[in-house]
C-alpha cells in the first residue's frame, strides 16, 4: 500500500512560485499514475495535473506552462514546480494516486488521497 505525504505548501506573492513534493513509500510507486489535486474554499476538489509510471503528463488549461509535475521513482517523490502564481490557484493541494501505470486523461480513476497542504497566493 502506497501511502503519501506532501508538503511544500505556504503564503507566496502574485508572480510567485512554490514546489510541492509527494512523498511515497510502498513498492510499487513507480507502477502507480500520479496526480496533484486542489480544493479552495466552498469549491469541489478539482484536479491540476498527473504523471503516469512511463512519465506522460497531463495539465489542466489553466496551468499549463506555469506549472511543472515530475517524479522520481527512485526516490518515490513526486513534484509539482508552481510558477506565475496568481489568487486563483490558492487552495488545499492534495497528492494522489491511483492503481493504474496509465492514466486516464479526463483525470478519472479510484484515487487515493494524502494530506493536503495549503497554497495561498496573495495580491
Known amino acids: 500500500q502506497v501511502q503519501l505525504v506532501a508538503s511544500g505548501g505556504g503564503t507566496v506573492r502574485v508572480g510567485g512560485s512554490l514546489t510541492l513534493s509527494c512523498q511515497g513509500s510502498g513498492n510499487l510507486f513507480s507502477n502507480y499514475c500520479m496526480g496533484w489535486f486542489r480544493q479552495a474554499p466552498g469549491k469541489d476538489r478539482e484536479a491540476v495535473a498527473q504523471?503516469?509510471?512511463?512519465?506522460?503528463?497531463t495539465y489542466i488549461d489553466s496551468v499549463k506552462g506555469r506549472f511543472t509535475i515530475s517524479r522520481n521513482n527512485g526516490k518515490k517523490i513526486m513534484t509539482l514546480q508552481m510558477n506565475s502564481l496568481s489568487p486563483e490557484d490558492t487552495g488545499m493541494y492534495f497528492c494522489?494516486?491511483?492503481?493504474?501505470?496509465?492514466?486516464?486523461?479526463?483525470?478519472?480513476?479510484?484515487?487515493?488521497w494524502g494530506q493536503g497542504t495549503q497554497v495561498t497566493v496573495t495580491s
Open positions: 504523471i503516469g509510471g512511463s512519465g506522460a503528463t
Open positions: 494522489g494516486r491511483t492503481p493504474s501505470y496509465w492514466c486516464r486523461s479526463d483525470f478519472s480513476g479510484s484515487w487515493s
